[in-house]
């Protein structure tokens, strides 16, 4: 489907497509860890960039940072909520005044760590998933003794997205070759009732399909797909656990190593996050509903 | 860019062109720039036709009937349909001049009841009041489906769902329907229903474009067929011609229907027709044996 977020497997041969998927998958565990330990945004928006940069190398930059935009309507309305009320103990220092509307230093500070947090995370994450076939990860899920149904569900999650966007992207054009307005909240029924019924239908059929295969029977279960991995695989897997342990250890020490005392921002500054932010999110909004009720 | 201008009423665009459909050195290639989906693709089909598309799977069957419907927009050459080059034209726009059916009903149906179904194509190029009620009655008497009209389009069977799906469209009466596998998990008696929308539409003036897998369907209605291979139309004539030319069947790994294979190996080198349907070669081989006394 044209358009649709590559949320799913971006064929490829780099390096990263060849690394073992539980080195992997380590690192998204380490990322999700270590985000939440730690409240240095040096250290959250480098994880970030280390991200990217991983995706790059693994050559999925580009629907990386198409998947990733989804960011954008979260982060700005994020920081310019936690600018007006920051999610931290109180008593917040003022930094300007905008009319009735009250900005906090302690809030764009705060909103930058969840941001940050938010952005490493989702990279890394999609990364991840770029760079993996959900067979591989099933195999080396498997391997790791994780409970065959549940192992099951997770990798028929991952495959089957690409085929609901592309069921998507046939539904949208069917209903436009009835005249439907393809976009808004206009198109949000008769687009996704087929969806939905389909997917049920899809499951159901699966189901029974899987049951007449033999899918609940006892006793061991082989694959087809056999993954090995090699010694810089486990190196990598290694390397991360070191750095991962460092930055958390001196996070728990330093109280989080939050350092926004480090920081000075000025007035302006604040304004102009909170400016920006706000007119990018109203903005966002604003855009849907026109679309919605733009007549065709 | 400048706005395109609005387009006139399907009645008066038919009036005023000369063909349906005027597709001239059409190419396709996929965003990734990797497949070429149409390769030079030239056909022009007139008002009324019933034309039948067929071809392996990626043969760029699909392709074709979406440039004609805006879904897809040529890479270069050009596609006019009812006077009106489709480049720059929305879907939405091009839909009250050309209906398109999609294979799989599911697709499409999303209402509380096959009534609503019915209602909604219409009534998004503003079809209303008495008009509206009309098509829909026509549609539901056509179709059989005054027993269903309440009903949920997907407490339906698969058949009678693939009707409604048609109908749905039908009811927006396009100058041009196409039909893309109408006969799939049909029955006979669906089937027949489908066979005689098309013949009725195409003698009420309707052009008709059906692509299908269905060979035997393909030899009974259509009056021209347009065969695909490697994003090109290879071959372009009436059923009989390409049924009989074993050739092209076997380049394209296509099969004629069993009748006229039947013809082919039986009457035909004895002077008798290439049959398309099991009357014809019934209606040659009574004549034969009433001959022989």
Known sequence: ?296 | MAKKSPLPTPAEARAASEHAIVVSDARYVYPNGKVVALNGVSVTVDHGELLGIIGQNGSGKTTLTKLLNGLLQPSSGTVVVNGIETTGRTVQEMSAHIGYVFQNPNHQLFARTVQAELEFGPTNIGIEGEELAERVARAVEFFGLKDVIDEHPYRVSFPIRKLVGIASIVTMEPSILILDEPSTGQDHQTTSIINNLMRKLAEQGTTVVCVSHDMPLLADVVERVIVMKDAQIIADASPREVFADKPLMARTNLQAPQITEIALQTVVPLGGPIALTPAELADDLGARLSSKG
């Open chain 1, 1 to 296: 489907m044209q358009g649709a977020l590559p949320v799913s497997l971006i064929p490829g041969d780099s390096v990263l497509h060849r690394v073992h998927p539980l080195p992997k998958m380590i690192w998204v565990v380490l990322y999700v860890v270590v985000a939440f330990m730690t409240q240095n945004i040096i250290v959250l928006y480098g994880m970030a960039v280390l991200a990217l940069l991983l995706g790059v190398i693994g050559g999925v930059v580009k629907p990386l940072l198409k998947a990733a935009f989804i960011i954008v309507p979260i982060g700005s309305s994020l920081l310019a909520l936690q600018l007006m009320a920051p999610a931290v103990e109180q008593p917040w220092t003022q930094i300007a005044q905008l009319g009735p509307i009250t900005l906090y230093e302690d809030g764009l500070y705060y909103g930058l760590v969840l941001l940050g947090r938010i952005v490493a995370c989702l990279l890394m994450a999609l990364v991840v998933v770029m760079t993996t076939h959900p067979s591989d990860l099933f195999t080396t899920l498997a391997k790791l003794k994780v409970p065959y149904t549940l192992n099951f569900m997770m990798a028929m999650t991952l495959q089957l997205i690409p085929v609901f966007q592309r069921e998507v992207g046939i539904i949208l054009s069917a209903q436009k070759s009835r005249g439907m307005k393809g976009n808004g909240f206009q198109a949000v029924l008769p687009s996704f009732v087929p969806v939905f019924v389909g997917a049920i239908e899809r499951v159901q059929q699966l189901s029974i399909s899987l049951e007449s295969r033999g899918f609940g029977s006892a006793g061991h279960k082989t694959s087809y797909r056999q993954v090995r991995g090699k010694a810089s695989d486990w190196f990598l897997a290694l390397l991360a656990i070191g750095v991962a342990a460092l930055l958390g250890t001196v996070s728990i020490l330093r109280g989080g190593w939050n350092i926004s005392g480090l920081l000075v921002v000025e007035p302006a500054t604040a304004v102009t996050v909170w400016v920006v932010s706000a007119t990018v999110f109203l903005g966002i909004i604003a855009l849907a509903l026109i679309l919605s009720f733009r007549k065709s």
